[in-house]
């Protein structure tokens, strides 16, 4: 790894006027993938802004919404029971995310940051109708994740702009499965997130864990109709997601063995989604 | 229950034990290799130049070791640098050493390279895309052969009631110990110094030599702590370069790689492909005839303990009338094949085992009785011709198959319970020696292998020693020393240290004992014992303390007793060997193993819920340190059974020289497992004991092959046992 110097700014003016400083500093926040970058020479920073003083550690239920802190360690939102509880989608999918000693570094503002093509969290956020709210220079707005997220490694975020935290309003259901060559430390083969955010029952669908991003399958959820899908439906539903998601190989997993998954990954999610549990 | 505490526990979990990656000296300089930017190709020129412009830097390359070592007959066959042909990417052309390590990588990659690429070598059966012939022993890229038969094999196949021909495949694996290669060389007043991270400190002072050209009599190898061996710290990897850089820039230089180049460098299991043809009437195997293709990357021709050491386990343990069994050492543009903890054991037992399952499924019997009727036992021969000495295996098959059935009662729908047997012999190498040091206060063995982990020096010989002097824990030390003072010893390899060491302490404890009764009146046998906290050597009721037995000047000093073991045991009929070297085994142990598993009928997902354990050590010497190594070798058995598997692309290229695509199991994936010890069947090592480094390992990937097939059907055969190889099987895709 190259040497890089570290600032860690106490108030968020700070952390924006050290990276307007600085075009070319890296943000760091948990730094579980930034780090092995850096290591590896795929990304290059002479300096880090860290982002571990501001005081976004947060988590805050409104009613059945919730606002998460860009710096929330993902084993604290792991940890709570009302995310469990009313969000088991989002908990599901944090859980997959690296081990218990990384989540306790990591975070959700590091994950959508950093935009990894494997992200867990992005497809169930996309499911969730969450919103990520920025702060840069220009002041503060609000983006939906689908129009966050850009590219494999790509995002809207701006020159100095941070984020400040996810909201994710309330969810009826959700559920997100995946499939790994070890379940532990590993990055999926392919994912599935399924919730049902709409007052009118209607499902949203994502697909992850494959090259560019993680994608939303409104066809897909169409398919599936309103609230308890009939098997014909679901079976409906799988046919479509296989057929339509573009699939690629790569050293994790083939692409007929990525169909294949489609289709398992989400007639599970959709039946533990309604309550039915079902294998992981 | 007691809790007791290895004694180097203490050291490790304060961060006092320092490891080769530790390693460092006043005014040292730091090294870095300069690896071919090619897996194959010319060497067209190494220009050291804009390297050495850089401040402080030193550099090192073949144009150079005249100078440095002057006289120096370097090893033709083996070149430490490059020389004209690249044979594997990242082999060295060059080293350099600079004050830190970031202008150590920057000075290595101002060294400019200039090479002209040619394709590479590098998949098996690219090379032989028709399985070889009796020819492909004249192939250019067969650098070893090896052949033995007994009996008209093609005859028995022609008669036979069931033929059955399966191939087999098994990728590369490293050992992945935590601590990565590293080492810190010293040169001056004609000594060449060296401290490494090592298996075998007398390996590299051998292997230090032949690379140099020096004699071993100038060289110093001192072991350090050992972040964990499983075969790839076994002989020099980097301690020749290391010492150049020390004599070119005339300061200490450390050199180590980081984890990347521990994965491309190391030398590891390479691919292979094995076939397996068997017959059998009326339940009985009337012949098996075995094919290997193994890639040893570029190892030296002449080298064949890969194909021919490998191959026993192809063999066994089942009585076969008639075989013939053939293997190929294949070179390609990797690394040199290396051992890893039971050189190739795991993969070629995985095949014979699943091989005879699928055997039995076709002659309509049931596998595990198939197995049965055919293991070896005391006293049969081997397909080799040799004897077989005490056996623990059928015992160990029995308690298995007891466990197996209550599992079966209890598993449910999409679940299996299956069993491997494996089995291996204790290698007492090329022998070892040691000294008994005694005081008024305690027993020293004086020994030069430093603790790789396993705990055969510390706990394993520290326990012979307490029970050939009758002596509690805290009354036996041991000592290391580096080459230049320890006596002689060949390694922590092959399950052989406490047998092989421990077979010394026992002579040498007989000659302490020998030398103790001339000074002590009385007859019968003299025994060391504590009394009032001393030492006190008694016979026949007479006692005197050890303090008053010494003369003056051994009261400071001590007296020494020596003792060595040296040899194997067992032959095997030559005749029966057509081509290269077969190896008798010193003694025969095994292992049965019971893995039960879940598997996902619709994505071949695997999960191990419970597993058993049940293996023949013979003796056991310390049971703590003996039941720690069946626990590890499970988890790294399932490791190559489900998950690891090292991946080079067409180029020659490590395409996953990382942990993350590199995937060792996780706690998560690693039930605890129950370990029985199946006792009776003494071995080669002392009191009977077997050595059990290795054994741990070999039977994990065929016993979970066999678990999945039981859950779901799936007959894989191509290691290691992913969800995709597993759902490909169950013909999901």
């Not at chain 2, 075995?290 to 064949?304: E, F």
Request: neutral net charge; charged residues 20%; aromatic residues 6%.
């Amino acid at each position: 790894m190259t040497p890089f110097s570290l600032v860690a700014p106490a108030s968020v003016d700070e952390a924006v006027a050290a990276l307007r400083s600085d075009a070319a500093a890296g943000i760091l926040a948990g730094g579980t993938d930034l780090l092995l970058d850096l290591d590896e020479g795929r990304t290059r920073a002479e300096r880090l802004v860290s982002l571990r003083r501001l005081p976004w550690r947060t988590l805050d239920w409104t009613g059945e919404a919730l606002a998460i802190g860009s710096t929330l360690p993902l084993r604290e939102l792991e940890d709570d029971p009302d995310v469990r509880r009313r969000l088991p989608g989002l908990w599901q999918a944090v859980r997959a995310v690296g081990s218990v000693a990384l989540r306790h570094r990591a975070t959700i503002g590091g994950n959508l940051g950093r935009a990894a093509p494997a992200s867990d969290l992005i497809p169930v956020l996309l499911t969730l109708d969450a919103e990520i709210e920025l702060v840069g220079p220009a002041g503060t707005r609000t983006l939906p994740v689908d129009r966050f997220v850009l590219a494999s490694r790509r995002t809207a975020l701006g020159p100095a702009e941070l984020i400040r935290s996810v909201r994710i309003p309330a969810a009826r259901a959700s559920a997100y499965r995946w499939q790994r060559v070890r379940p532990a430390n590993d990055i999926s083969q392919l994912a599935v997130a399924v919730a049902r955010v709409a007052a009118d029952g209607g499902w949203r669908v994502a697909v992850g864990g494959i090259p560019p991003r993680a994608t939303l399958l409104p066809d897909v959820a169409e398919a599936l109709g309103r609230g308890r899908p009939t098997d014909a439906a679901l079976r409906a539903a799988a046919d479509r997601a296989s057929r339509d998601v573009a699939l690629v190989a790569d050293r994790r997993a083939s692409e007929e063995y990525r169909r294949r998954l489609v289709g398992t990954l989400l007639r599970r999610a959709v039946a533990d989604g309604l309550g039915g549990g079902g294998p992981a | 229950m007691s809790v007791s505490f290895r004694p180097d526990a203490a050291a490790k979990l304060a961060g006092a034990a320092q490891y080769g990656t530790d390693l460092a000296a006043p005014g040292m300089l730091w090294g870095a290799l300069v690896g071919a930017p090619v897996a194959h190709g010319r060497l067209r020129a190494v220009d050291l130049a804009p390297a050495r412009a850089l401040p402080g830097v030193v550099a090192v390359g073949s144009a150079e070791l005249d100078a440095l070592i002057p006289g120096g007959g370097r090893d033709a066959d083996r070149p430490l640098f490059a020389v004209r042909e690249i044979a594997y990417r990242n082999q060295p052309v060059a080293a350099v050493a600079a004050p830190t390590l970031a202008a150590a990588r920057r000075a290595a990659a101002a060294v400019r390279v200039e090479v002209e690429g040619a394709p590479a070598v590098v998949d098996l059966e690219t090379i032989f895309p028709e399985w070889p012939g009796s020819g492909a022993a004249g192939s250019p890229h067969v650098i070893a052969h090896v052949r033995a038969r007994h009996g008209d094999v093609a005859a028995e196949l022609r008669r036979a009631e069931h033929v059955v021909e399966e191939t087999y495949r098994t990728p590369s694996v490293h050992q992945v110990a935590l601590e990565p290669h590293a080492c810190l060389a010293t040169v001056g007043d004609g000594i060449w110094h060296v401290a490494t991270s090592t298996q075998s400190p007398f390996g590299v002072r051998e292997d230090v030599s032949s690379l140099l050209g020096i004699p071993e009599a100038s060289i110093v190898v001192e072991g350090t702590w050992v972040g964990g061996g499983f075969g790839g710290k076994g002989s020099s990897l980097l301690e020749p370069f290391a010492l150049l850089l020390a004599r070119a820039a005339g300061r200490p230089v450390r050199l180590a790689l980081d984890y990347r180049s521990e994965f491309e460098l190391g030398r590891t299991t390479l691919p292979s492909v094995i076939r397996l043809t068997t017959g059998v009437t009326d339940g009985a195997i009337v012949a098996r005839r075995v094919r290997l293709l193994l890639d040893v990357g570029s190892s030296l021709p002449g080298r064949d303990f890969a194909t021919g050491y490998s191959i026993g386990f192809l063999l066994g343990p089942y009585r076969t009338p008639a075989f013939e069994v053939e293997g190929y050492g294949i070179r390609t543009n990797k690394p040199p094949f290396g051992p890893h903890r039971a050189p190739f054991a795991p993969q070629c037992v995985f095949a014979v085992e699943s091989h005879l399952n699928e055997v039995a499924r076709v002659a309509g019997l049931d596998p595990v009785e198939f197995k049965a009727r055919h293991l070896w036992k005391e006293d049969d021969a081997t397909p080799l011709g040799q004897r077989v000495l005490a056996f623990g295996l059928p015992a160990a098959l029995e308690h298995a198959r007891a466990v197996a059935r209550r599992w079966r009662a209890e598993a449910a729908p999409g679940e299996g319970v299956g069993i491997g047997l494996g089995f291996w012999s204790t290698s007492t190498g090329a022998g070892g020696e040691v000294r008994l040091l005694l005081t008024p206060e305690a027993v020293t063995v004086e020994q030069g292998e430093r603790e790789i982990g396993s705990g055969s020096v510390l706990r394993g010989l520290a326990a012979v020693a307490e029970r050939a002097l009758g002596l509690p824990a805290d009354r036996i030390r041991i000592a290391y020393a580096d080459t230049a003072r320890a006596p002689f010893d060949s390694g922590v390899y092959g399950s052989r240290t406490t047998g092989a060491l421990g077979r010394a302490i026992l002579e040498a404890a007989e000659s302490l004992q020998a030398t103790l009764a001339k000074r002590i009146a009385g007859e019968g046998p003299v025994t060391l014992v504590v009394r009032d906290g001393e030492l006190v050597v008694a016979r026949a009721g007479r006692s005197s303390p050890v303090r008053e037995l010494l003369r003056p000047d051994e009261v400071e000093r001590g007296i020494v007793a020596a003792g060595r073991h040296y040899g194997r045991g067992g032959s095997i009929d030559e005749a029966r060997v057509v081509d290269g070297t077969f190896y008798p085994y010193t003694d025969f142990t095994g292992a049965a193993h019971v893995a039960w598993v879940a598997v996902d009928p619709e994505t071949g997902a695997v999960r191990v819920r419970r597993y058993a354990a049940f293996h023949d050590a013979g003796t056991v010497i310390d049971p703590a340190t003996a039941r720690a190594q069946i626990e590890g070798g499970i988890a790294m058995g399932l490791g190559i059974a489900l998950t690891e598997e090292a991946i080079w692309s067409e180029d020659g290229r490590l395409t996953n020289p990382h942990l993350l695509d590199y995937r060792i199991p996780t706690l998560g994936e690693v039930p605890i497992p129950e370990v029985t010890f199946v006792e009776g069947f003494p071995g080669a090592g002392p009191f009977g004991a077997k050595g059990l480094g290795e054994p741990p390992i070999i039977p994990v990937p065929a016993t979970v092959a066999a678990a999945v097939r039981e859950a779901s059907g799936a007959h894989v055969t191509e290691l290691p046992l992913t969800p995709e190889r597993v759902a490909r099987a169950l013909k999901l895709l």
